[in-house]
């Protein structure tokens, strides 16, 4: 480890920025009692931190006395701005994670070029910041230290042309570089009814087999053949193929169509020769008479999946049958993207060319929604701006707001479809050796002092004592809770300063907590909630070593509510397929009742991008018969179930949690739709959960574990 062996006040010209004389870093530590597990001792600079505003927790603030770092950031954009990734889809900033890969650019020869850039770390902050707009319509907050190119080398957002804030900034009429996001519109459900019937008809009229014949035995009968059949080599859509298909009740068989050869990969299929089932798909890719925009979205998503490419920026879509070509171009006008029709080739075949560069490229993206992850690269495309990206207007907000940064491995990203300067502060784990698996449990970041830091944060005459939750990144009773106590001090400096506070742990460390909780709920509003999920003990431990088994923590929610404090029970994860069978949940609940249990809250399996990998590994050890389905569901960058099973789970735990009376009128908002109390006091507005809840019953495995995820 790097930081091993340090002394406080000693200069170390290359440790981090604002770290240079190891004020905040104060030392690596390793015990007996915690045998391969190393503490990294740091003095945090803060202690609150403050959740994106439109994130779907139902919290503002939160406390992570554990695993945290701090950063001296000066670049910083607004957590909502949009970030391409390496396989040309988009996400949030706020939703971004270390490990994950953007889409960078590398210079290089006559031009610059799109390249894959790994994120290796992340960070907030609060300052002012300022509003750019484009010509486009594009706009993009961020502080004024941040940096973007233009057509003259990289600029500031703000600065002076002498004294001692001279430095190249933004004036209006530079452009900026990149291609913008004008004309994206908001994204269409791929989980519709619509949309899954638009991307069938396009995927089975572009690559399908729909055979139908009639043959006459020679006594003299009749025999009716018909079958249908898609064979791909892209297993993403073939996966989203078979869901939408399941969606709608169609049976069908896979099989292997052709193993892989030279210059050629493998190809998967589903078929069916069942005139019901073939009848049924005919019905599906039926031609509607008048085409909703999801059935468009949809149908030119799995056009494309069948028949398209997108090779150096330029998209195209194939096809030699006029009526799938007239409907291309009919999806494409719908959404006011510009488009060719160039001459047939002579075996028949028509290309439709989408014409505008870059900027109608990733619009047709937002739009079909495509599945196959690599026709979405533009890596290795020169960045060229088509798109009028001139700045028109520069203005300051009136007040400092949250702002985030990330470091990548190119230096670079791109922000809201513009080249974005990341911040010159080194990515902490990866200086640190870090990465998110194995060292999540081995290499604990500790911040020492974060109880001396937070009162001061408490006191401020700003602070408006919203609830501050502990627990929700990495649990606050875990294992080195016991070593360092950190705990009691926060809870004396949210209590004293008159903030209510939630807590969420496996750790049956919060007993030795209790008698000062009870006081502390004297004053302020307390909530304490247990995390069991998984009641097979072997199972639990393969997946959560080193934590407190389901007994003991079911032992601590009868301590909890002997002291005379409610203790919620979060079921989080439900493991689809695994841990959500009707009776599993039942005796769930059912233990959580018999403990004391106030209220259960539930959630389906979230995985994040930098466990996503680790999860998967877990599952293909312990149940390989499940990995095509998971990767169904959790497809390319999708972190949450569908909202369809989210519905359907719902839907099987409401009356399960009546029945045995445990209801709060607090439901997890992202699983069950429903608009919670806190959620509504952030401003935040939570949908409900839409589409097919006719999902088939969870096999009858045994429970898997609830993972940290």
Not at 65 to 77: E, F, K, L
Not at 429 to 435: A, C, E, S
Request: neutral net charge.
């Amino acid at each position: 480890m790097r930081w091993s062996g340090q002394e406080l006040g000693v200069e170390q010209g290359d440790a981090l920025p604002g770290l240079a004389k190891l004020n905040n870093l104060v030392r690596s530590v390793q015990t007996p009692e915690f045998a391969g597990i190393t503490f990294h001792e740091v003095l945090a600079k803060s202690a609150l931190n403050k959740v994106p505003g439109q994130s779907m927790m139902p919290f503002g603030w939160t406390i992570n006395p554990y695993r945290g770092c701090s950063h001296a950031c000066t670049y910083c954009i607004d957590p909502e701005t949009q970030i391409t990734m390496s396989d040309g889809r988009e996400k949030p900033l706020w939703s971004v994670e270390v490990g994950d890969e953007v889409l960078g650019t590398r210079a290089g020869g006559r031009y610059r070029r799109y390249a894959p850039a790994k994120v290796v770390a992340k960070w907030s902050t609060r300052k002012p910041a300022y509003r750019v707009v484009l010509a486009d319509g594009s706009e993009i907050v961020a502080s004024g230290d941040h940096r973007f190119l233009t057509d003259r080398g990289w600029k500031h957002v703000t600065g002076a042309m002498s004294g001692p804030g001279q430095r190249p900034y933004l004036t209006t009429g530079n452009s900026l570089q990149g291609f913008g996001r004008a004309g994206l519109r908001s994204q269409i459900s791929v989980l519709s009814d619509a949309y899954a019937s638009g991307y069938l008809t396009g995927m089975i009229r572009g690559d399908g087999l729909m055979f139908e014949r009639t043959y006459r035995r020679a006594n003299g009968g009749v025999n009716n053949v018909n079958q249908f059949r898609l064979a791909l080599a892209d297993r993403e859509a073939l996966a989203r193929t078979r869901t939408y298909r399941e969606q709608f009740g169609v049976a069908t068989n896979r099989f292997e169509f052709s193993g892989p050869r030279e210059n050629r990969r493998a190809m998967s299929g589903i078929r069916t020769a069942r005139r019901d089932a073939y009848e049924a798909i005919t019905g599906l890719i039926a031609w509607p008479d008048e085409p909703s925009d999801e059935w468009a979205a949809g149908y030119l998503g799995g056009v494309f999946d069948a028949e398209g490419s997108c090779s150096r920026g330029i998209l195209r879509i194939s096809n030699k049958d006029e009526a799938v070509l007239t409907a291309i171009e009919r999806a494409l006008a719908a959404f006011d993207l510009t488009f060719v029709r160039e001459p047939a080739r002579p075996n028949g075949v028509v290309n439709i060319r989408v014409t505008g560069g870059l900027p109608v490229r990733n619009a047709f993206f937002s739009v079909a929604q495509p599945a196959i992850t690599r026709k979405l690269a533009i890596a290795g495309v020169a960045v060229k701006t088509n798109a009028d990206l001139r700045v028109v207007s520069i203005d300051a907000l009136d007040e400092e707001v949250e702002l985030m940064d990330i470091t990548t491995t190119t230096g670079d990203f791109m922000a809201n479809g513009v080249v974005s300067h990341n911040c010159f502060a080194r990515p902490t784990h990866t200086y640190l050796d870090l990465d998110a698996g194995d060292d999540f449990d081995r290499q604990i970041i500790v911040k020492v002092n974060v109880a001396d830091v937070l009162r001061p944060e408490l006191a401020k005459p700003s602070w408006r004592h919203e609830p501050v939750a502990l627990g929700t990144n990495t649990d606050p009773y875990q294992r080195a809770e016991g070593r360092y106590a950190l705990m009691p001090g926060i809870i004396d400096a949210l209590t004293e300063s008159d903030t209510p506070f939630s807590i969420l742990t496996k750790g049956t460390l919060l007993r030795r907590d209790l008698p000062q909780l009870v006081e502390a709920a004297k004053r302020v509003p307390v909530d304490l909630a247990m995390s069991i999920a998984v009641y097979d003990h072997e199972l639990q431990q393969s997946v959560e070593p080193g934590t407190p088994s389901t007994k003991a923590r079911l032992a601590t929610v009868t301590a909890v509510r002997e002291a005379g404090l409610d203790c919620a029970v979060f079921m989080m994860p439900i493991l689809p397929y695994l841990t959500d069978t009707r009776a599993h949940l039942d005796e769930a609940l059912r233990q959580a009742k018999a403990a004391g249990a106030s209220s259960v809250l539930y959630t389906a399996l979230h995985l994040k991008p930098g466990v996503k990998p680790w999860f998967m590994q877990w599952l293909e050890q312990e149940h390989p018969e499940l990995v095509p389905r998971y990767r169904s569901m959790y497809y390319g960058n999708n972190t949450y179930a569908p909202k369809a099973y989210r519905r359907w789970l719902g839907e099987r735990m409401r009356p399960l949690i009546r029945a045995h009376g445990l209801e709060r009128g607090r439901e997890d908002p992202v699983t069950g739709g429903v608009r919670s109390a806190a959620l509504a006091d952030r401003g935040v507005s939570v949908p409900a959960a839409r589409g097919p809840s006719r999902l088939p019953d969870a096999l009858s495995l045994p429970p898997a574990p609830d993972a940290l995820f």
